[in-house]
């Protein structure tokens, strides 16, 4: 076990609608990051937040969205979903944004668009 | 920018025998190195890492990944795997890149143990 809880563990949605992800980081750590995995991309990076503020931005599309809340937990909404958005979705959290700093990984959202 | 490339996307090897998965990076800042594994329906682990000092790393369950600058490698090697060792390999590299330090994964190797 991680530390870093992600709900829920699997959703069915059809295309158009809107979902949210949620992620709730290890104990302490300031640091969440967002990543999609799919069979022909990869594990893919789509944004980044520490301490409530947006760090970097990777390939995330722009009906994609997400943020930090205040208790560090944080949401990636995704709307106007189309088949392609089908994938496992993973929150990381660490510690530090520093380079050095080791990054833990929820179990991920696997999520279906029908 | 940084990428990483695994040279193997799927790797079949008997149980005991030994196994190398590749993994070369190109940075242009200076990086540390991940493995992580992943289990089928779980999450990623991280198996080792390299951050500094000896460019030899190991795991707990007889992983050893070496870091070869000159060749901008990060192989990751067992001596003899074992039927439980069947997963998917990501090599990730991290780096400072405009103040993120978000780590990018290679596209990952499946490694079938073979009874």
């Known amino acids: 076990d991680s530390g870093v809880t992600q709900t829920p563990k699997h959703l069915i949605t059809a295309t158009g609608q809107r979902v949210t992800l949620r992620c709730s980081p290890r104990?302490?750590?300031?640091?969440v990051y967002w990543y999609q995995q799919s069979l022909d991309q990869g594990l893919q990076f789509l944004i980044q937040?520490?301490?409530?503020?947006?760090?970097a931005k990777g390939n995330i599309l722009e009906r994609f969205s997400a943020q930090q809340f205040p208790d560090l937990h944080s949401e990636l909404n995704l709307s106007s979903l189309e088949l392609g958005d089908s994938a496992l979705y993973f929150c990381a959290s660490s510690l530090q944004i520093g380079a050095n700093t080791e990054a833990f990984f929820g179990q991920g959202t696997r999520l279906t668009v029908v | 920018a940084q990428s990483v490339t695994q040279l193997d996307s799927q790797v079949p090897v008997f149980e005991e025998a030994p196994v190398e998965l590749r993994c070369n990076y190109s940075?242009?800042?200076?990086?540390?190195l991940f493995w992580y594994v992943q289990y089928p329906n779980q999450g990623l682990q991280l198996l080792l890492k390299y951050l500094s000092g000896s460019t030899l790393v190991e795991s707990i369950n007889g992983f050893e990944a070496e870091f070869n600058k000159s060749q901008t490698s990060f192989h990751l090697r067992k001596p003899s795997v074992h039927i439980s060792d069947t997963a998917e390999y990501f090599c990730a590299v991290r780096g400072n890149m405009a103040g993120s330090y978000q780590l990018t994964f290679g596209k990952g190797t499946k490694l079938s143990v073979i009874p």
């Open positions: 104990s302490g750590d300031l640091s």
């Open positions: 937040y520490y301490n409530g503020e947006e760090r």
């Open positions: 940075s242009s800042v200076s990086v540390y």
